[in-house]
């Protein structure tokens, strides 16, 4: 072939320059492409060899091979693939933009199996001058009677071809690269890379060092291979140690047969798992499969809680697997990492239009070979099917988790208090999702059982009173009866609620003694949570355990029958804590040991939550006020008795503020000046008593 001179067939004079600079953000994006390519370029070539239009070498190995060299700057990429002729070269480089990959498989539509071409052979190579001043081309094609082919060009759009003197088939790149990039001839840079982008691309890649010394290993003579290239033969006598018998004589005991052993030159390790486990039937893998391949890709050596393999073939090709973590939420970021492939090739980490925003809070990886990327892979097109695949994913991933709900109750149950902030967050960000599940979500109760929804709603629990005996009692309390002249009663169901168990422990046990449940609402998600069920769901409210009295807990009274006890210790107290504003109720519990207790609005103490929540750093959440709060005192309790029979007393202010900063803690904690004042008050009234 004559030597070829001529200028790169663009559409547009200034395209060079973009792809160059802007087509990839992450400059080492190239190793990804011409990887790829070379993939391609095997792949291409086996699909021939099964159509019978080409006969693979009996010895053949697919591989590509990747050397560094840091004295030349260069690197070089080796595939054993079709290679290329001088008119596929001018057709497939020089023409930019024509993709090789969609020319072959138009060809061979109807021949070829199911195996993808993974590489657009063309664009993808020009990300090699992203970091290289030139780069040359090697390249010998499989059909017969085909010459060598070398073509180089120095960034410009200028390039030049001519016969070459590559003798294998297939295609040698070597990048010559310019000062700003020369990190990338680094072995141990190569390696990061290659790690990164390819570790499960279908081809077997090896690394390697220009002119490094040979590295060597021992192996058992026994388990030679024909490709072993042995440098010596090593013969190990057997070993004996002496050692004492039954009879106690000492004798001679062989520890150690004799073993014949090759020192040979040390065997070329793959970098990349041509068959990853997402690619094989759910039948094929092992449970410690699946976590052995968690603890390689994530680098978390905390076992998963469990996993769900994704497998789909219709409408689009779909495989992955998506873990579920064990999450210490007090240390631990609460983000995952959904690794994105496109045929073995990684994509990106997290791609919010293909996984859903919830999700992203699980690890694992999802190969969808037809996504519809653009040429540099970082972006996605065709909105409507990126979201059917979106869909999908969140559709199984809701199956796992109420069959798991439905068939394994017991590991489900177990799992709970670990995967309650993912199915939860899902349910905030997904109305198709919180639908699947609303039956399935559990609540642990104040007994450490778990309910579902329509259990707190529907069923009777069976609990005991303070003396042992069986009592029937609703989960939901039902409201009072309202006069004709009020506003229209609440009819809502209320779901009682628990945030903190120790700080609410005064609470809790009034109602598991009145044979009451409440549930456990402790994670910083559940106030949106149930903000959200009550909006979706009419027939019930969530109501925390200390916002009310519930009737259960005091004895049945005339409307007005405390009206003069309610007066009267509103006075007392209002004056000792000096608080004009403070709301006094009296009850009379049917425990006559509890003096006084706190109830908080339910909405106002939500709201102040809300905004204490999606407030900004540093801001003074003085600024939103406090809960508005009722002290419940409780008239068949002697120590009220004894402040209402006598108010003008000394000592009832004191009495009077220990019984408002009993039920605060009870409540919530007290500020540092209110504790100090608490400790200070308690030591007079003990001095008191002990005069």
């Given at each position: 072939?004559?030597n070829?001179?001529?200028?790169?067939?663009?559409t547009?004079?200034?395209?060079?320059?973009?792809?160059?600079?802007?087509l990839?953000?992450?400059?080492d994006?190239?190793?990804?492409?011409?990887?790829?390519?070379?993939?391609?370029?095997?792949?291409?070539l086996k699909?021939?060899?099964?159509?019978?239009?080409?006969?693979?070498?009996?010895?053949?190995k697919?591989k590509?091979?990747?050397?560094?060299?840091?004295?030349?700057?260069?690197?070089?990429?080796?595939?054993?693939g079709?290679?290329?002729?001088?008119?596929?070269?001018?057709?497939?480089?020089?023409?930019?933009?024509?993709?090789?990959?969609?020319?072959?498989?138009?060809?061979y539509?109807?021949?070829?199996?199911?195996?993808?071409?993974?590489?657009?052979?063309?664009?993808?190579?020009y990300?090699?001058?992203?970091?290289?001043?030139?780069?040359?081309?090697?390249?010998?094609?499989?059909?017969?009677?085909?010459?060598?082919v070398h073509?180089?060009?120095?960034?410009?759009?200028?390039?030049?071809?001519?016969d070459g003197?590559?003798?294998s088939?297939?295609?040698?790149?070597?990048?010559?690269?310019?000062?700003d990039?020369?990190?990338?001839?680094?072995?141990?840079?190569?390696?990061?890379?290659?790690e990164?982008?390819?570790?499960?691309?279908?081809t077997?890649?090896?690394?390697?060092?220009?002119?490094?010394?040979?590295?060597?290993?021992?192996?058992?003579?026994?388990?030679?291979?024909?490709?072993?290239?042995?440098?010596?033969?090593?013969?190990?006598?057997?070993?004996?140690?002496?050692?004492?018998n039954?009879?106690?004589?000492?004798?001679?005991?062989?520890?150690?047969?004799?073993?014949?052993?090759?020192?040979?030159?040390?065997?070329?390790?793959p970098?990349?798992?041509?068959q990853?486990?997402?690619?094989?039937?759910?039948?094929?893998?092992?449970?410690?499969?699946?976590?052995?391949?968690?603890?390689?890709?994530?680098?978390?050596?905390?076992?998963?809680?469990?996993?769900?393999?994704?497998?789909?073939?219709?409408?689009?090709?779909?495989?992955?697997?998506?873990?579920?973590?064990k999450?210490?939420?007090e240390?631990?970021?609460?983000?995952?990492?959904?690794?994105?492939?496109?045929?073995?090739?990684?994509?990106?980490?997290?791609?919010?239009?293909?996984i859903?925003?919830?999700?992203?809070?699980?690890?694992?990886?999802?190969?969808?070979?037809?996504?519809?990327?653009?040429?540099?892979?970082?972006?996605?097109q065709?909105?409507?099917?990126?979201?059917?695949?979106?869909e999908?994913?969140?559709?199984?991933v809701?199956?796992?988790?109420?069959?798991?709900?439905?068939t394994?109750?017991?590991?489900?149950?177990?799992?709970?208090?670990?995967?309650?902030?993912?199915?939860?967050?899902g349910?905030?960000?997904?109305?198709?999702?919180?639908?699947?599940?609303?039956?399935?979500?559990?609540?642990?109760?104040?007994?450490?059982?778990?309910?579902?929804?329509?259990?707190l709603?529907?069923?009777?629990?069976?609990?005991t009173?303070?003396n042992?005996?069986?009592?029937?009692?609703?989960?939901?309390?039902?409201?009072?009866?309202?006069?004709?002249?009020?506003?229209?009663?609440?009819?809502?169901?209320?779901?009682?609620y628990?945030?903190?168990?120790q700080?609410?422990?005064?609470?809790?046990?009034?109602?598991k003694?009145?044979?009451?449940?409440?549930?456990?609402l402790?994670h910083?998600?559940?106030?949106?949570?149930?903000?959200?069920?009550?909006q979706?769901n009419?027939?019930?409210?969530?109501?925390?355990?200390?916002?009310?009295?519930?009737?259960?807990?005091?004895?049945?009274?005339?409307?007005?029958?405390?009206?003069s006890?309610?007066?009267?210790?509103?006075?007392?107290?209002?004056k000792?804590?000096?608080?004009?504003?403070?709301?006094?109720?009296?009850?009379?519990?049917?425990?006559?040991?509890?003096?006084?207790?706190?109830?908080?609005?339910?909405?106002?103490?939500?709201?102040?939550?809300?905004?204490?929540?999606?407030a900004?750093?540093?801001?003074?959440?003085?600024?939103?006020?406090?809960?508005?709060?009722?002290l419940?005192?409780?008239?068949?309790?002697?120590?009220?008795?004894?402040?209402?029979?006598?108010k003008?007393?000394?000592?009832?202010?004191?009495f009077?503020?220990?019984?408002?900063d009993?039920?605060?803690?009870?409540n919530?904690?007290?500020s540092?000046?209110?504790?100090?004042?608490f400790?200070?008050?308690?030591?007079?009234?003990?001095m008191?008593?002990a005069?």
């Open positions: 072939m004559s070829k001179k001529g200028s790169l067939s663009i547009s004079e200034n395209i060079f320059p973009v792809i160059k600079k802007w990839y953000s992450d400059h994006i190239f190793y990804r492409e011409l990887i790829s390519n070379g993939c391609d370029a095997i792949t291409k699909k021939l060899d099964m159509m019978g239009e080409y006969s693979l070498p009996l010895d053949y697919a590509i091979q990747v050397i560094v060299s840091p004295e030349d700057k260069t690197l070089t990429f080796i595939d054993n079709l290679g290329m002729t001088a008119e596929e070269v001018d057709e497939y480089i020089n023409q930019i933009a024509f993709s090789g990959a969609t020319d072959f498989l138009e060809k539509k109807d021949k070829a199996d199911s195996d993808q071409i993974i590489g657009h052979f063309g664009l993808g190579f990300s090699a001058f992203m970091v290289a001043d030139e780069v040359h081309i090697d390249t010998l094609s499989y059909k017969d009677g085909a010459t060598a073509w180089e060009c120095d960034g410009g759009t200028e390039f030049e071809m001519g003197d590559w003798d088939v297939g295609t040698k790149i070597t990048l010559f690269l310019n000062e990039c020369l990190e990338f001839a680094n072995e141990y840079r190569a390696r990061e890379v290659i990164k982008y390819c570790s499960f691309m279908p077997e890649i090896y690394l390697s060092k220009k002119d490094a010394p040979e590295e060597y290993e021992t192996i058992d003579a026994a388990d030679k291979r024909d490709t072993d290239k042995v440098i010596e033969e090593i013969h190990e006598e057997a070993k004996f140690e002496e050692k004492e039954e009879n106690g004589e000492k004798e001679q005991v062989e520890v150690s047969p004799a073993k014949d052993k090759l020192k040979i030159v040390k065997r070329p390790v970098l990349n798992e041509t990853p486990l997402w690619t094989k039937s759910p039948s094929e893998c092992t449970e410690e499969d699946y976590k052995k391949f968690y603890r390689d890709v994530f680098r978390d050596y905390k076992e998963p809680l469990f996993w769900i393999h994704l497998n789909m073939d219709y409408p689009f090709n779909l495989k992955g697997i998506l873990y579920f973590p999450i210490n939420t240390y631990d970021s609460i983000e995952g990492t959904i690794k994105l492939y496109n045929n073995q090739v990684f994509i990106a980490d997290n791609i919010k239009e293909v859903p925003e919830f999700l992203m809070l699980l690890k694992g990886v999802i190969d969808c070979p037809d996504l519809p990327l653009n040429v540099s892979r970082s972006a996605l065709n909105d409507g099917f990126v979201t059917k695949i979106s999908y994913i969140t559709k199984k809701a199956d796992k988790l109420t069959g798991m709900c439905k394994e109750k017991e590991s489900y149950e177990k799992y709970w208090d670990d995967i309650a902030p993912f199915i939860k967050f349910c905030l960000k997904d109305n198709k999702f919180c639908d699947k599940m609303n039956d399935y979500i559990l609540f642990k109760d104040i007994n450490d059982a778990y309910i579902t929804l329509p259990e709603l529907v069923k009777e629990e069976k609990a009173d303070e042992g005996d069986k009592v029937e009692a609703e989960v939901v309390d039902e409201t009072k009866d309202a006069d004709a002249n009020k506003e229209p009663e609440d009819t809502r169901k209320t779901v009682y628990v945030t903190d168990l700080q609410q422990s005064q609470y809790v046990n009034m109602f003694e009145q044979g009451q449940n409440a549930v456990i402790d910083a998600i559940d106030t949106s949570f149930i903000t959200q069920l009550e979706r009419e027939n019930y409210k969530f109501c925390r355990i200390d916002a009310d009295v519930t009737d259960t807990m005091v004895e049945e009274t005339a409307e007005d029958e405390l009206k006890e309610t007066e009267t210790l509103t006075e007392v107290f209002r000792a804590l000096n608080n004009e504003g403070l709301d006094v109720k009296v009850e009379k519990f049917k425990n006559k040991d509890l003096s006084s207790m706190l109830t908080v609005s339910e909405e106002s103490r939500r709201m102040q939550d809300m905004m204490k929540m999606y900004m750093g540093g801001m003074d959440m003085g600024m939103f006020g406090s809960a508005s709060e009722t419940v005192l409780n008239a068949n309790n002697d120590l009220v008795q004894y402040i209402l029979n006598n003008d007393s000394e000592n009832v202010p004191t009077a503020a220990q019984l408002y009993l039920a605060k803690i009870a919530a904690p007290l540092p000046e209110a504790m100090t004042e400790v200070a008050r308690s030591n007079k009234i003990m008191l008593l005069k």
